[in-house]
């Protein structure tokens, strides 16, 4: 296995269940890639980024029940937003029946007026009553589609664009409408937990200590800081990776979990060539994330996080709570700007003193509050773009090469560029490399069972 990201770690995990002995390659000082935590100078732990997961990830809970890290993830049933005026709206789920579930608390969602709203339930109708593929989706953008469902300028800005840029990490303009229209389908629609929103209650990085575990339990070593430098292949099979130390692993066969821009360099050159099969890679672009951790020395902030509207920011975490940790010696909040294109060239003053700014309008006691530490991480690669017309760049888990697989969220999952994208990956490779050695075996979970309303429309749609 070269590369320790979660693509890499959930498809090990589970090849070491089925019984194979995994050496897992990993160029970094620690496991988990773009998904993890690691310690400042001053000791304080920092996570890449904050990561969510939701209710409908579930080969992600899947993967943190196998490695053991399931109950250190704590799901919120309520959902805070939060306007330029610093008006709270909240939205959770009724006992309604699925896609209906959601309208109560839509009804009196503060920010939007009687027009925004009757055309976003049309939309959703929509996406509801054709089981999640409302016609003429293809080639489009999601703003394209919004656009033909006729919503109100208020609708894209403060509800659609809200949700989607930050669950696909792109600008609605440059989406496919089919992932757009996904995360409704399978999050707010299809089932009632679909929603759910999933936080660790612990550094990324301690996630991952059970997958080690489990793969050392069949006798296959962890190997942090070794990076590999090629991959070698001979008589169209692979032969071994050489690692930048010179000396060369071999085994019977390899799953490479890096990420697609760092896959070309490992290959023989004529893989990525024009003609070549995996020459599609070269179109997959990336979109950038930028995370701005802030140190209050008082209590700033009492929701366990909330969603910015009219604002740069789009999400701020509050960290102390969600460590379960209380606020007697200052507050810790994280935020998250996605698509953050604007963000790249500025510097981290800039940045810090924006989101201050922006925090002095939605958490007033913030404007009094001393900020003790600030620190801004810019992900300028952060995940690959659901750009129109994505899918037919993303090469499967199977290659052409006999011996050799492919995991990493940007391989053809179906799924966005997200942490249950990439499991879903590692899942696929391992059952592709299972079928090679005729010890075939379902590991890919099924998607949440579909509820009320929404199951008998899916089914009358696809009849
Ligand atoms: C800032 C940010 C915020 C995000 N927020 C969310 C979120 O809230 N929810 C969500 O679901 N997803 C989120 N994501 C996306 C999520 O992190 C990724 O989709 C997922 O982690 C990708 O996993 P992966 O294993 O495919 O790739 P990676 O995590 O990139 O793993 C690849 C691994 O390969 C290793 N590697 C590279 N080259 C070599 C080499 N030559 N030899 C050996 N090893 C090598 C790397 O060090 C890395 O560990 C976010 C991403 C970022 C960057």
Known sequence: MIGGGLAGLASAVALAEAGLEVHLLEKRPHLGGRATSYTLPDGSEVDNCQHVTLG????????????????????????????????????????????????????????????????????????????????????????????????????????????????????????????????????????????????????????????????????????????????????????????????????????????HNVLLGLLPKEMGEPGGPLDGLRNIQTSPITGIHLWFDRAVMREPFLTLLDHTTQWVFNKTLLYGQTAGRGQYLQLVISASYDLVARSRQEIIDLCRGELADVLPATREAQLEKATVIKEVNATFSPQVGVDRWRPAQKTGVENLYLAGDWTRTGWPSTMEGAVRSGYLAAEALLAGFSRPQAILQPDLPLEGFSKLWAKRSVA
């Open 56 to 259: 409908c990830c579930t080969n992600l809970a899947d993967f943190y029940r196998r490695s053991g890290a399931g109950g250190k993830i704590r799901f919120y049933d309520r959902l805070y937003f939060v306007d330029r005026e610093g008006r709270r709206s909240t939205i959770k789920a009724s006992r309604l029946p699925p896609p209906l579930h959601m309208a109560f608390s839509f009804l009196f969602f503060g920010a939007l007026n009687f027009a925004d709203k009757r055309s976003i339930a049309r939309a959703m109708l929509a996406i509801a009553r054709s089981g999640g593929q409302p016609p003429g989706i293809e080639s489009i953008s999601m703003l394209e589609w919004l656009r033909r469902m006729k919503q109100t300028p208020a609708a894209i800005e403060r509800f659609w664009r809200v949700v989607l840029v930050s669950a696909l990490d792109e600008e609605l303009a440059r989406t496919d409408a089919r992932y757009g229209i996904d995360v409704f389908w399978k999050a707010f629609l299809g089932s009632r937990g679909g929603y759910r929103i999933g936080i660790p209650s612990v550094p990324l990085a301690d996630l991952y200590e059970g997958c080690r575990e489990s793969i050392a339990r069949r006798g296959g070593p962890v190997r942090l800081r070794c990076g590999v430098r090629e991959i070698r292949l001979r008589d169209g099979r692979f032969a071994g990776a050489v690692l930048e130390d010179g000396s060369e692993v071999s085994a019977d066969a390899c799953v490479v979990a890096v990420p």
